[in-house]
T-cell receptor, first 113, second 111 residues
Framework: DGGITQSPKYLFRKEGQNVTLSCEQN?????MYWYRQDPGQGLRLIYY???????QKGDIAEGYSVSREKKESFPLTVTSAQKNPTAFYLC????????????FGPGTRLTVL | GQSLEQPSEVTAVEGAIVQINCTYQ??????LSWYQQHDGGAPTFLSY????GLEETGRFSSFLSRSDSYGYLLLQELQMKDSASYFC????????????FGKGTRLSVIA
């Protein structure tokens, strides 16, 4: 089955620790995205990548980092510099950025204690 | 930049019709999309309007008026499973920028 996987579903970390969220897709999509969602809020773009080895900052990139070494994978690292990291993180992909249909993974709920 | 406004909450009765409005501001327009998200789940694509008018897909329809920078999602024959959050989204200012999402409308369907 084609799709996007994110693991784990729930993640707990201590304050001050970096944590990496994984996102893998087997849809052969070039473009991948990371969004953050807080209660009652929409989806805010953290980073996106249009092709391998290239990525751009979104609206709330501070305190986050990404890499895109393989087409299928777009991991997100939440660093200790992120002031309020507790949130629901969603990964998405589509064939290219100039396409309006995005496909989302199941999300990772990160709680920093 | 871009901004989208939609009501935060809507409540409707099972079997009824509900309309969720979305107004947007963007310097370049490439269409209005709608996504559905159940609690704890992933958003899923519902519909897309690039031109003025109504697009129908089963019980769901979406409308766009580019001159009014306005669109809506119409849900008919509401079912309990339609209780979810609904997001409108537009592409960024150029054709090659990602979607910008509204804050979402939480629809509660009651018996």
């Amino acid at each position: 089955d084609g799709g996007i996987t994110q693991s784990p579903k729930y993640l707990f970390r201590k304050e001050g620790q970096n944590v990496t969220l994984s996102c893998e897709q087997n849809l052969n999509h070039d473009a991948m995205y990371w969004y953050r969602q807080d209660p009652g809020q929409g989806l805010r773009l953290i980073y996106y990548s249009q092709i391998v080895n290239d990525f751009q900052k979104g609206d709330i990139a501070e305190g986050y980092s990404v890499s895109r070494e393989k087409k299928e994978s777009f991991p997100l690292t939440v660093t200790s510099a992120q002031k309020n990291p507790t949130a629901f993180y969603l990964c998405a992909s589509n064939s290219r950025v100039a396409t309006d249909t995005q496909y989302f993974g199941p999300g990772t709920r990160l709680t920093v204690l | 930049g871009q901004s989208l406004e939609q009501p935060s909450e809507v409540t409707a009765v099972e079997g009824a019709i509900v309309q969720i409005n979305c107004t947007y501001q963007t310097s370049g327009f490439y269409g209005l999309s709608w996504y559905q998200q159940h609690d704890g789940g992933a958003p899923t694509f519902l519909s897309y309007n690039a031109l003025d008018g109504l697009e129908e897909t089963g019980r769901f329809s979406s409308f766009l008026s580019r001159s009014d920078s306005y669109g809506y999602l119409l849900l008919q024959e509401l079912q309990m499973k339609d209780s979810a959050s609904y997001f409108c989204a537009v592409r960024g200012n150029s054709g090659n920028t990602p979607l910008v999402f509204g804050k979402g409308t939480r629809l509660s369907v009651i018996a």
